[in-house]
């Protein structure tokens, strides 16, 4: 799974579309690349509209405090997520460019 993030948009362009234009370019990205889920901290009802929920990481934990109704995923594969419990670590490994 990938951890995506931070998203912003320069204030005085927000409301035209740029934050979901580029959120639909790392989903679609991630999905070439053969990943099974995204995983973020953000707002729900703006990240709910790409898929993300909070149902999926009811079981996971990340390092350091976090705020679990803001901690989202979005399973690219069916089933990724089912089943996943505990700490957040990270994979070791860079993917190449
Ligand atoms: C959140 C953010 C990335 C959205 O980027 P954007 O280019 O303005 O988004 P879009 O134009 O694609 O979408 C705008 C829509 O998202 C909604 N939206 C924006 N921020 C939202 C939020 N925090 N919660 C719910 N909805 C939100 C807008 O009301 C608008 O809704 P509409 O389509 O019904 O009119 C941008 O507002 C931003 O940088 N905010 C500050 C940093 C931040 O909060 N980052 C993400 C959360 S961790």
Redesign the pocket.
Do not use: T, W
């Given at each position: 799974a990938l951890l995506l993030?931070?998203?912003?948009?320069?204030?005085a362009?927000?409301?035209?579309?740029?934050?979901?234009?580029?959120?639909r370019a790392a989903i679609g990205e991630a999905t070439r690349r053969g990943h099974g889920a995204i995983l973020?901290?953000?707002?729900?009802?703006?990240?709910e509209?790409f898929g993300f929920f909070a149902d999926k990481t009811q079981h996971l934990m990340m390092p350091g405090p976090f705020e679990r109704g803001?901690f989202l995923a979005l399973e690219l594969k069916s089933g990724w997520l089912e089943g996943a419990a505990g700490m957040l670590v990270a994979a070791g490994r860079r993917l190449s460019a």
């Open positions: 993030g931070p998203l912003a948009v320069d204030a362009h927000e409301g035209k579309g740029i934050g979901s234009a580029l959120m973020l901290v953000g707002d729900a009802p703006y990240y509209r803001r």
